[in-house]
Nanobody, 123 residues
Framework: QVQPVESGGGSVQAGGSLRLSCAAS????????MGWFRQAPGKEREGVAA???????YYADSVKGRFTISQDNGKNTVYLQMNSLKPDDTAMYYC?????????????????WGQGTQVTVSS
């Protein structure tokens, strides 16, 4: 059973930065896209960024220019660097693995999910 594990969440002030990490033992990161999603209370889970084989990257419009998804093959880890954070970025952030096709931002298209890491941005 593949189990992604997120880390790196926390509380920061607006304008600050955080880097989230996702590690999944037993999973080959290059076999399909990896994604980061977030879910705020009362809202649907939304796609934040995805990284696909061939190093194609995709971002939600709301985070373009501020967030960067990257991968360290040697450590089997995917990162989400988040800069210029805003209070609207406050959410539980989830790592997703094993993309099955379709829209990268559709949470139903990923097979494995982590437990999430909380990001809180204060104004």
């Amino acid at each position: 059973q593949v189990q992604p594990v997120e880390s790196g969440g926390g509380s920061v002030q607006a304008g600050g930065s955080l880097r989230l990490s996702c590690a999944a033992s037993g999973y080959t990161y290059n076999r399909s896209c990896m994604g980061w999603f977030r879910q705020a209370p009362g809202k649907e889970r939304e796609g934040v960024a995805a990284l696909c084989p061939g190093i194609s990257t995709y971002y939600a419009d709301s985070v373009k220019g501020r967030f960067t998804i990257s991968q360290d093959n040697g450590k089997n880890t995917v990162y989400l660097q988040m800069n210029s954070l805003k209070p609207d970025d406050t959410a539980m952030y989830y790592c997703a693995a094993e993309f099955t096709g379709g829209r990268w931002s559709d949470a139903r298209r990923f097979r494995y999910w982590g437990q999430g890491t909380q990001v809180t941005v204060s104004s």
